[in-house]
């Protein structure tokens, strides 16, 4: 059964430094997302991305954040320099769809620990 | 507020048990839709059922069940004859599409299903 797959499962950094968090979605899904939960909190919406391009973004979605699918396969979320707020499970979803009715299917997320 | 309220934060049932977890949502959109996710201790998100604002039909699907009342703006999930494998963190989710048909999901803050064997 296809499945999102994120990588690294953990990724631990030093406060200020930059991480790059890797995803590859459902391969026939057009629309990609990433939310994320900060430890025993509800999971937030961050960014959706559609044709190359950022769809719709939160306001927790600040300038240190980017999203880039560099090839045909990857997504990714770019932290510029981590803060230790934010430390969080990272989950990336794909959907076929961008209606509303799409289903948002994601992946096991990464655990970011900033130091 | 809260678009999606979930006021049990923990329950715990004897395995066997059936269990109803709350889902209450807010929304001024008259189309919309509902979402229930289970995240077990592994940690991933997985899919469990999408409901229309348009179909209040209640589904069941084995043991779960899901019944979606818009007087009261609710959609609650039971579990019949639980299991320990259904321990979990449920959450419910709301989408509601703008005009460019952004839908982002809007999750509540979930529900620690325990079940003691």
């Known amino acids: 059964e296809p499945e999102v797959t994120q990588t690294p499962s953990h990724q631990v950094t030093q406060m200020g430094q930059e991480v790059i968090l890797r995803c590859v979605p459902i391969s026939n899904h057009l629309y990609f997302y990433w939310y994320r939960q900060i430890l025993g909190q509800k999971v937030e919406f961050l960014v959706s991305f559609y044709n190359n391009e950022i769809s719709e973004k939160s306001e927790i979605f600040d300038d240190q954040f980017s999203v880039e699918r560099p090839d045909g396969s990857n997504f990714t979320l770019k932290i510029r320099s981590t803060k230790l707020e934010d430390s969080a499970m990272y989950f990336c979803a794909s959907s076929r769809t961008r209606t509303g009715a799409n289903i948002q299917y994601f992946g096991a997320g990464t655990r970011l620990s900033v130091l | 507020a809260q678009k999606v309220t979930q006021a049990q934060t923990e329950i715990s049932v004897v395995e066997k048990e059936d269990v109803t977890l709350d889902c209450v949502y807010e929304?001024?959109?008259?189309?919309?839709?509902l979402f229930w996710y289970k995240q077990p201790p592994s940690g991933e998100l997985v899919f469990l059922i999408r409901r229309n604002s348009f179909d209040e039909q209640n589904e069941i699907s084995g043991r779960y069940s899901w019944n979606f009342q818009k007087s009261t703006s609710s959609f609650n999930f039971t579990i019949t004859a639980s299991q320990v494998v259904d321990s979990a963190v449920y959450f419910c989710a709301l989408s509601e599409p703008d005009q460019t048909g952004a839908n982002n999901l809007f999750f509540g803050t979930g529900t620690r299903l325990t079940v003691i064997p």
């Open positions: 929304t001024r959109d008259t189309t919309y839709y």
